[in-house]
């Protein structure tokens, strides 16, 4: 078996590189990996590995400053060198240090990695993978019945998590024939969702969002085998693909009520605390009060489940399903309150989603069904109130522009992406070229120049927090020929690099 060392900051690409194909099966074990270029030194110098995975950039010590360690120690190893500068100029400088090979993380697939491990380490001694040539086994009587017990546990958290899937009466014995325990002394279900995931979850491709799941897994099994002990209670892990997870936790053990409270929101409280360190997401938690069978637990997650609207109006916290308001589908609001305090007193009424929308579209029908799709992207309520209310200034402020001022900004609206020049848009509004450029720049306070640039860059910004595509890909899409103009605009005007941006806004 050949070792590898994966050295990457991204929590999610180690997890991912170690998942993304069946090393083992290939004639590779991965012996270990590090967060920066110091740690991996270490772990280089005591396992001799015959393969180092590196980041370019990483805290401590970088890439570079790894190979260049390990070329002034001697160290040998072949090194894979995985980058997201659009440059190369980190690149170029790793191949003067005799690297094997680079990859973009954007083409980071298990594909192009089998073809790298084929091109620079199994051909090359291929006696050394016997796993590689070996015939596969017939699967044997003992693993058909493993894979059979694991689509039944599968197929009872999947009916558990479904509304009507099966009635509350049947759970003990769908949970006994899954494998699970028949009765316990108590136990609870908690739901969480990670605020910052569905913008998150955008910009992901499938493979990155299955990475994060992992690594999601990863986390929520090593707290709670750490804290075996401690917690006493066995948990299992149900997710939902919309963007909740849910906890069952089984306490078979003699353990009082009050006990299994402080038990469930200690791990709450932890649980917050890693996801925010590690996924930089804000959880909110909900837990149900202890139950002491199946039918009950399940009657208690059904009713945490159809609350789940309530928690549109928190931004993040850590609460029990009893201290949850109820929502409501009535306004008891006067519609002719300003849309700054209406909104302020909305978020206090806890209505149903669709009660929610109703009444904002009737309270604002001159806002488009475009905007109104925008909106519902929120995330929660406070994020819907701001961006509603930046939607609303924006409206008041054109409406105070020219006519013939409102008339330019919907066609660079539509055009921006376009070979643009003033001329053409003036021509457009009927205006001579000098007297739209004096009417613009009154209107708007800034020349049509300054205003071009700053509305590509801002889609520029949208989209590499939406989207995993290469910068100079996105920056020609919204309308920069020049790539190096435009990195020094975006810096100028963002007062970060492109990749600083991403990185930071990602």
């Avoid at 549109?312 to 201290?323: D, K, L, R, V």
């Avoid at 992406?417 to 070229?433: C, F, G, I, K, S």
Wanted: with cysteine; aromatic share 10%; charged share 25%.
């Amino acid at each position: 078996m050949y070792k590898v060392i994966i050295a990457d900051d991204d929590f999610l690409v180690r997890t991912y590189l170690k998942q993304m194909i069946p090393w083992q099966k290939n004639g590779f074990v991965i012996a270990g990996d590090a967060k920066n270029g110091q740690e991996a030194l270490d772990l280089i110098e005591k396992e001799h590995p015959a393969l180092i995975i590196t980041d370019v950039c990483m805290p401590v010590l970088d890439g570079i400053g790894l190979i260049r360690a390990m070329r002034a120690r001697q160290l040998a190893g072949h090194i894979l060198v995985l980058s997201s500068h659009d440059d190369f100029a980190y690149v170029h400088e790793a191949m003067k240090l005799g690297i094997d090979d680079y990859l973009l993380k954007d083409d980071l697939t298990p594909e192009n990695m089998l073809a790298f491990l084929k091109e620079h380490l199994q051909d090359a001694d291929k006696e050394n993978t016997p796993e590689h040539t070996a015939h596969p086994a017939s699967v044997s009587q003992a693993e058909l019945a493993r894979i059979g017990q694991e689509k039944l546990l599968h197929d009872f958290f999947h009916g558990f998590s479904s509304q009507g899937a099966f009635a509350p009466e049947e759970a003990g014995e769908k949970a006994q024939r899954a494998g699970l325990p028949a009765s316990f002394r108590l136990a609870a279900a908690s739901l969480m969702m990670p605020r910052g995931w569905q913008k998150r979850r955008q910009a992901l491709s499938e493979e990155e969002r299955g990475s994060f799941r992992q690594a999601f897994q990863e986390m929520c099994q090593t707290f709670f085998t750490h804290h075996r002990d401690d917690f006493q209670g066995q948990p299992f892990l149900l997710e939902d693909r919309t963007g909740c997870w849910g906890f069952l936790f089984l306490f078979p053990k003699d353990i009082r009520r009050a006990a299994v409270l402080q038990k469930l929101q200690d791990a709450s409280v932890h649980l917050q605390t890693l996801i925010r360190r590690y996924f930089d997401l804000c959880p909110l938690m909900v837990r149900t009060a202890p139950q002491s069978d199946w039918a009950h637990l399940l009657t208690a997650w059904q009713s945490l489940l159809a609350k789940k609207d309530v928690l549109f109006y928190f931004t993040e916290g850590n609460f029990t399903a009893e201290e949850l308001p109820p929502v409501t589908s009535a306004v008891n609001l006067p519609p002719d309150l300003p849309a700054e305090k209406l909104l302020a007193e909305l978020g206090r009424e806890y209505l149903t989603r669709e009660a929610l929308q109703d009444f904002l579209r009737r309270r604002f029908p001159q806002l488009t069904d475009k905007i109104w799709t925008n909106l519902w992207q929120s995330e929660d309520y406070a994020g819907l109130q701001q961006n509603l209310l930046q939607v609303l200034a924006n409206e008041r402020a054109e409406s105070q522009l020219h006519p013939a001022i409102r008339q330019a900004l919907r066609f660079i609206e539509e055009h921006y992406r376009e070979n643009l020049m003033q001329a053409d848009v003036a021509a457009a509004v009927h205006l001579n070229p000098a007297y739209f450029s004096t009417l613009f720049k009154k209107n708007v306070n800034k020349g049509f120049s300054e205003y071009l640039a700053e509305r590509r860059i801002k889609a520029v910004q949208q989209r590499l927090t939406s989207s995993t595509e290469r910068i100079k890909e996105i920056a020609s899409a919204e309308g920069f020929d020049d790539y190096p103009y435009f990195c020094r605009l975006f810096k100028r005007l963002v007062g970060l690099t492109p990749q600083e941006y991403r990185t930071q806004k990602m």
